[in-house]
């Protein structure tokens, strides 16, 4: 069986309104792979950077795949949220991104989005709160291609980026080359 | 946000159940160091040598930034942690640091009052995936980290780390 370590950190957001930010993620695989061991999903610490504009997460995520195909790679979702100084949490962004398939370094930059209500009452709310309609099941609209993103209207957010160091193991043997 | 402070820099490493430190300092102390600008300079060599069955848990280092209030007491000034570079050879990394908020207005008060900064109970903690969705901070910096780092026995399990960038 082939195995792949990803070592990574949430490490920083950055582009959005606000810069106040946490970020919740999520890890989706196909039924030809199998997480040994590491956390599926997680919510990184929430930062308030006073100098700069980007926030930091700092986050480990140790993923420790089974791999018996292809199809199915692993993705990571992502959902951040700004949390202001009256408690408030705001839906920031969704976004997703493969996780990386060549051994060593990779910094991988997720775009984010989040759906836009273009009515004037929808445009008035997110002027004064900042907040946006959330989609009831997230999931699937932001990991793949399906049918119902042809019917959202969306607004472009900030990135946030995540280093991962990817470990490959008897790849070769099984004679995948990445 | 540091400007002006005395900086001393403490380390030590977290890793998973799988891996012992084979040889080497596991923690380290620096010199304290005074700035007129915004740069502060430990110059603080580490060694360690790790030994392990399974890449899962690899090593992280914990970086405590230390500093002295007006009482002389040793206050926290900043926290982080940056994974040990599973690819040999030499890497620089900058990473930010950061201070843990108090999280809750009673606790902000009593830290105001006694003049203690809000402290984690373990500084490892910031390097494990678990149990950080609760905790707030804030950025007050950047640490930048030298590391060269050797390894044996990493094809002959048939592990491939990649090459370095």
Same mark, same amino acid.
């Given at each position: 069986?082939?195995?792949?370590?990803?070592?990574?950190?949430?490490?920083?957001?950055?582009?959005?309104?606000?810069?106040?930010?946490?970020?919740?993620?999520?890890?989706?695989?196909?039924?030809?792979?199998?997480?040994?061991?590491?956390?599926?999903?997680?919510?990184?610490?929430?930062?308030?950077?006073?100098?700069?504009?980007?926030?930091?997460?700092?986050?480990?995520?140790?993923?420790?795949?089974?791999?018996?195909?292809?199809?199915?790679?692993?993705?990571?979702?992502?959902?951040?949220?700004?949390?202001?100084?009256?408690?408030?949490?705001?839906?920031?962004?969704?976004?997703?991104?493969?996780?990386?398939?060549?051994?060593?370094?990779?910094?991988?930059?997720?775009?984010?989005?989040?759906?836009?209500?273009?009515?004037?009452?929808?445009?008035?709310?997110?002027?004064?709160?900042?907040?946006?309609?959330?989609?009831?099941?997230?999931?699937?609209?932001?990991?793949?291609?399906?049918?119902?993103?042809?019917?959202?209207?969306?607004?472009?957010?900030?990135?946030?980026?995540?280093?991962?160091?990817?470990?490959?193991?008897?790849?070769?043997?099984?004679?995948?080359?990445? | 946000?540091?400007?002006?402070?005395?900086?001393?820099?403490?380390?030590?490493?977290?890793?998973?159940?799988?891996?012992?430190?084979?040889?080497?300092?596991?923690?380290?102390?620096?010199?304290?160091?005074?700035?007129?600008?915004?740069?502060?300079?430990?110059?603080?060599?580490?060694?360690?040598?790790?030994?392990?069955?399974?890449? $899962?848990?690899?090593? =992280?280092?914990? /970086?405590? #930034?230390?500093?002295?209030?007006?009482?002389? %007491?040793?206050?926290?000034?900043? +926290?982080?942690?940056?994974?040990?570079?599973?690819?040999?050879? $030499?890497?620089?990394? =900058?990473?930010? /640091?950061? #201070?843990?908020?108090?999280?809750?207005?009673? %606790?902000?008060?009593?830290?105001? +009052?006694?003049?203690?900064?809000?402290?984690?109970?373990?500084?490892?903690?910031?390097? =494990?995936?678990?149990?950080?969705?609760?905790?707030?901070?804030?950025?007050?910096?950047?640490?930048?980290?030298? +590391?060269?780092?050797?390894?044996?026995?990493?094809?002959?399990?048939?592990?491939?780390?990649?090459?370095?960038?």
């Amino acid at each position: 069986m082939a195995e792949i370590h990803y070592l990574g950190e949430i490490a920083t957001g950055y582009g959005f309104p606000e810069n106040k930010l946490c970020v919740r993620y999520k890890i989706k695989y196909g039924a030809a792979w199998k997480l040994i061991s590491g956390n599926k999903d997680g919510q990184t610490q929430t930062d308030w950077p006073q100098d700069e504009d980007e926030a930091n997460f700092n986050h480990f995520m140790d993923l420790h795949f089974g791999a018996r195909g292809i199809q199915g790679w692993p993705q990571i979702m992502i959902q951040v949220y700004l949390v202001d100084s009256n408690g408030r949490r705001v839906l920031y962004g969704y976004g997703s991104s493969i996780l990386p398939i060549t051994a060593g370094y990779e910094e991988v930059e997720i775009g984010t989005w989040r759906p836009a209500d273009q009515s004037i009452r929808g445009r008035l709310k997110s002027y004064l709160l900042d907040s946006s309609p959330e989609l009831a099941e997230p999931e699937t609209i932001i990991s793949s291609a399906t049918q119902q993103r042809q019917q959202l209207a969306a607004e472009a957010m900030g990135y946030v980026k995540i280093k991962f160091y990817t470990v490959l193991r008897n790849f070769k043997k099984y004679g995948i080359e990445t | 946000m540091l400007r002006g402070m005395d900086l001393m820099c403490k380390y030590s490493y977290e890793m998973g159940s799988d891996w012992v430190v084979a040889a080497g300092l596991e923690e380290g102390f620096s010199q304290r160091c005074t700035s007129g600008n915004e740069e502060f300079v430990f110059n603080l060599p580490m060694d360690c040598t790790f030994k392990s069955t399974n890449p $899962s848990g690899w090593p =992280r280092i914990v /970086i405590e #930034l230390i500093g002295q209030d007006n009482f002389n %007491q040793d206050q926290p000034r900043g +926290f982080c942690w940056a994974l040990v570079p599973p690819i040999p050879g $030499s890497r620089k990394i =900058r990473t930010a /640091i950061y #201070l843990p908020q108090a999280s809750s207005k009673m %606790q902000a008060l009593s830290h105001w +009052f006694t003049g203690n900064a809000v402290n984690f109970t373990d500084p490892k903690i910031i390097a =494990r995936p678990n149990g950080r969705e609760m905790t707030r901070v804030q950025s007050v910096g950047y640490v930048t980290i030298q +590391f060269d780092v050797t390894a044996s026995g990493l094809s002959k399990f048939g592990y491939d780390f990649g090459k370095d960038s």
